[in-house]
């Protein structure tokens, strides 16, 4: 895959579908279980387990240690929580402005989308700024489910079964 130049850090980002992956990794460490964390996202556990072996691999770190029936999240799955946080921020940020345009053109009668020329193209400076997007909450609509299965502790340690 070619990639616009300085863009060959985050290759692998680009090639392996991360966004589920990211889901997974950031609901087990939210949540403190495996188990909860794949109920709240509504997958089999053997799927959500999937994931964080193919996030780590594809990132060529480990994310989690194993001690006994606990998962304890590495430094490099702390550094990687942080990013999660910024991209779910980035795309609660886009859909709440698609959202706007969507009530906009349906306002006006007309229920076509933006036309790519009335697009502006992304820039490395609007990168940085989605990177810059405040990190304290955890994306609302991405883990919705977590009301539904509240944990009952939550702590940096993540229970297998």
Same mark, same amino acid.
């Given at each position: 895959m070619k990639t616009p130049q300085g863009r060959d850090r985050i290759k692998r980002f680009l090639r392996h579908g991360s966004l589920p992956q990211l889901a997974a990794f950031y609901a087990v460490v939210q949540m403190g279980s495996v188990t909860r964390a794949a109920e709240a996202?509504?997958?089999?556990?053997?799927?959500?387990?999937?994931?964080?072996?193919?996030?780590s691999e594809s990132l060529g770190v480990v994310l989690?240690?194993?001690?006994?029936?606990? %998962?304890?999240?590495?430094?490099?799955?702390?550094?990687?929580?942080?990013?999660?946080?910024?991209?779910?921020a980035a795309f609660e940020q886009c859909? %709440?402005?698609l959202a706007s345009l969507r009530v906009q053109s349906s306002g006006s009668g007309n229920a076509s989308e933006a036309k790519p020329s009335d697009l502006e193209p992304v820039t490395d400076s609007a990168i940085e700024s989605?990177?810059?997007?405040?990190?304290e909450a955890p994306p609302s609509a991405a883990f919705a489910a977590q009301a539904a299965h509240p944990p009952q502790t939550r702590t940096a340690a993540a229970h297998v079964g």
């Open positions: 996202l509504c997958v089999a556990q053997p799927t959500l387990s999937g994931h964080l072996r193919k996030l989690f240690e194993a001690r006994g029936k606990t %998962l304890v999240p590495t430094d490099s799955a702390m550094v990687l929580l942080e990013t999660a946080k910024q991209v779910f859909e %709440l402005r989605a990177q810059e997007l405040p990190t």
